[in-house]
C-alpha cells in the first residue's frame, strides 16, 4: 500500500518504538526509529522521510521543537504527533504549528492509520503543487525568451521596413537619379 513511503518514528520509549515499527511495517511503511528528537534530526538528514511520527513529550528537545526544526529544513515533510490524553493543548499547538495531525496515547492502529493516510496525502499534494509550479515557471522562462526573440524580429522587420521606405523616399526625390548612377 505505502511501498515507497518511509516513516521516521521518534519515541523515548523503547517497548512504544518496538510495538509501533512492527504494526507499522505490517502496514506497508519503511520504518526507521529513533529514541530523541536529537538522533532523529542526525536521521533525518541523511535520508529521506516524507513523514514522521513523533512523540511530544520527550527529554531534551521535545516533539512541538522537532516539529519547528523539521519544518524549518525540509517544509514539505508532513509531520503527524504522538500525545498522551491530558496534552491536548500541546497537540493543537503543534496543529498551529503546521502538524498535519496528532492521535493519542494509547494508540489506536485505525485512528493512526487515518492520521497517516492524511500526512501521505498532504505530502503527495504538497509535491505535485511543487512540481507543478516548478513547471510553470519553466515555461514562463521558455515563452519568456520566445517573445522576447519573437519582439526582436518585429524590431528588426520594422528597421527594414522604415529604411526600405526611407530608400524609396530618396529615391524618389532624386527622380531615380540615385539608381542611374
Known amino acids: 500500500m505505502n511501498g515507497k513511503f518511509s516513516l521516521l518514528l521518534i519515541d523515548d520509549e523503547e517497548g512504544i518504538r518496538k510495538v509501533l515499527s512492527l ?82 496515547k494509547p494508540i489506536d492502529n485505525d485512528v493512526l492509520d487515518i492520521a497517516l493516510a492524511r500526512a501521505r496525502e498532504r505530502w503527495t499534494m504538497r509535491r505535485a503543487i511543487r512540481e507543478h509550479t516548478e513547471h510553470l515557471q519553466d515555461l514562463v522562462e521558455q515563452k519568456t525568451h520566445e517573445l522576447l526573440a519573437a519582439e526582436r524580429l518585429a524590431t528588426i522587420g520594422q528597421t527594414v521596413a522604415g529604411l526600405s521606405h526611407s530608400i524609396k523616399n530618396m529615391a524618389s526625390g532624386l527622380g531615380g537619379s540615385l539608381f542611374l548612377l
Open 23 to 104: 504494526a507499522l511495517a505490517d502496514a506497508g511503511w519503511k520504518v526507521r526509529t529513533a529514541a530523541s528528537a536529537e538522533e532523529a534530526l542526525a536521521i533525518f538528514r541523511q535520508d529521506d522521510f516524507p513523514i514522521v511520527l513523533t512523540d511530544i513529550k520527550m527529554p531534551g528537545m521535545d516533539g512541538l521543537e522537532l516539529l519547528k526544526v523539521l519544518k524549518d529544513y525540509k517544509p514539505e515533510t508532513e509531520v503527524v504527533l504522538m500525545t498522551g490524553h491530558g496534552d491536548l493543548s500541546l497537540a493543537i499547538q503543534g496543529i498551529k504549528l503546521d502538524a498535519a495531525d496528532f492521535v493519542t
